[in-house]
């Protein structure tokens, strides 16, 4: 993903100061790769997540703890460099909203990243279990999360403020298969066996839904950019 020329125009208009204000816009756009970077790296860890669930494929796991150490690099740094330039810029109004956003972003991306090497976690724990019914419905939050997620970077990388909505209605789903699933674990009765596979099941449906909560949240952030508004 690249960064886009609408960006530079929505964020920050042209009567902005001239003085330093291409130096500015440099760091800016910095961070802003630095961000879809983040980004990249937790599209990558989901998709592991994903196939060690769903695909049995335990070597992801440890991919997953890799990935998630790189992670949390971009997000120290960038959250060092947000507040650098906070500090020693002197942003103004538009400037110090653009930069609390993408703190906020990394924020969000980063517990995407640990919500995942959880899912790397649950789908170790339930190897030694028959495959449940459930499984598929939860396969269908974890595609509908990811593709959540993968809007959101590119409404970052376009500054479209407009992706909100339709991501939104992609959490509604999302969390529409969370309450199906969870009832159908609820519902069981007269239950054989060990528990932890139930409770498992109802950890990772939990954990879809927090990853997909986070992945509007930055649609939303990227509305905030534009708009000035934050729902």
């Not at 990394?106 to 976690?121: H, K, P, T």
């Not at 789908?123 to 598929?136: I, W």
């Amino acid at each position: 993903m690249s960064f886009s020329s609408s960006f530079l125009s929505k964020a920050f208009p042209a009567n902005r100061p001239a003085d330093n204000s291409s130096v500015f816009q440099r760091k800016i756009s910095a961070l802003e790769q630095d961000v879809l970077r983040m980004g990249a790296l937790v599209e990558q860890s989901c998709r592991l997540s994903h196939g060690a669930l769903f695909d049995r494929d335990l070597t992801a796991v440890a991919q997953i703890g890799e990935t998630d150490d790189q992670i949390d690099r971009y997000y120290r740094q960038i959250e060092i460099d947000c507040a650098n330039l906070m500090s020693i810029s002197s942003p103004a109004a538009q400037d110090l909203r653009l930069l609390n956003a993408f703190i906020q972003m990394v924020r969000d991306l980063e517990r995407i990243g640990d919500y995942a090497e959880e899912l790397g976690e649950f789908a170790v724990k339930l190897l030694p279990y028959p495959v449940h019914q459930s499984m598929a419905d939860l396969e269908n939050m974890s595609h509908k999360t990811r593709t959540m997620l993968a809007k959101s970077l590119i409404a970052i990388s376009n500054l479209d403020g407009e992706a909100r909505s339709v991501i939104e209605k992609i959490d509604d789903e999302v969390d529409a298969t969370y309450d199906l699933v969870y009832q159908q674990l609820a519902d069981q009765k007269d239950f054989r066996g060990s528990l932890e596979p139930i409770l498992l099941l109802a950890l990772s449906i939990r954990t879809l839904e927090r990853m997909a909560d986070h992945a509007n949240n930055l649609a939303r952030r990227v509305h905030y950019i534009v708009t000035g508004q934050y729902h």
